[in-house]
Structures are given as C-alpha cells and as structure tokens.
C-alpha cells in the first residue's frame, strides 16, 4: 500500500462549489444503480482518481464488495471480486492492515496506487 502527496497547481484545484455540488448528487444517487459512478465524479473533483471501491473485510468472513466504479474504462470489479471471494483473499495480503482493525472492531480506509509498471 502507498500513500502520497497529491500536488495540484492553483489551475487545477476544484472549487468548493463544485465539490458541494457534486457531493449532493451523490447523496441524491444513494440506492440508485449509478451511486458509485456518481460519488467517483464528487471524489474526482478533489483528487485525481480513476477508480474506486468499497469492501468490508475481517478475519472469519469472505470479504463484501458494496460498490464500485470507473471513469475512464468499463469497470471490471465485479468480476474479479468474484474471483477473488472464491478463495484467493484467503492468501492475499492486500487487506490485512484494514483486517487488522476491522478485527479490533474499527473502521480503516486503504488506498493503494496502481501504476502501469505494477501490472
């Protein structure tokens, strides 16, 4: 797992209105089928992401992928958690930080750059 510095030059950085905006679409999109495309939008107004998904993870269970969504390419996720859930988490260490604390009883957030030197 990394964690890093966004720089942004003045030019780039999002105003808060648009932000708010697009955080109360998101909202609005709550249990709708494009929910995660719709806060992928709000988050992309302040940080540069491509992709994002939400798991809930722990130790005695198989992991659940809530949501997820793509900008730029067909969002693939489903698939592969499917894949994944059938037993290669059980060996993948990928998580095990936010295992850690979901264990303890806490909530965590992982962020992971993928670059395409990592494929």
């Given at each position: 797992?990394?964690?890093?510095a ?18 109360g ?11 995660g495309s ?6 992309n107004?302040v940080l ?14 198989p ?22 859930r ?16 979901a264990?303890?009883?806490s ?6 750059r993928?670059?395409l030197l990592?494929?």
């Amino acid at each position: 797992m990394n964690t890093w510095a966004i720089a942004t030059s003045d030019a780039q950085k999002p105003s808060a209105s648009d932000f708010w905006s697009g955080l109360g679409g998101a909202v609005g999109a709550i249990g709708e089928p494009d929910f995660g495309s719709q806060v992928l939008g709000c988050l992309n107004q302040v940080l540069p992401v491509d992709f994002w998904s939400v798991y809930q993870v722990g130790s005695d269970l198989p992991p659940k992928m809530y949501v997820s969504a793509s900008l730029s390419t067909r969002d693939v996720s489903a698939d592969c958690f499917q894949r994944y859930r059938q037993g290669l988490y059980k060996t993948d260490q990928t998580f095990a930080s936010a295992r850690a604390y979901a264990d303890a009883g806490s909530l965590a957030m992982t962020l992971r750059r993928i670059s395409l030197l990592d494929v």
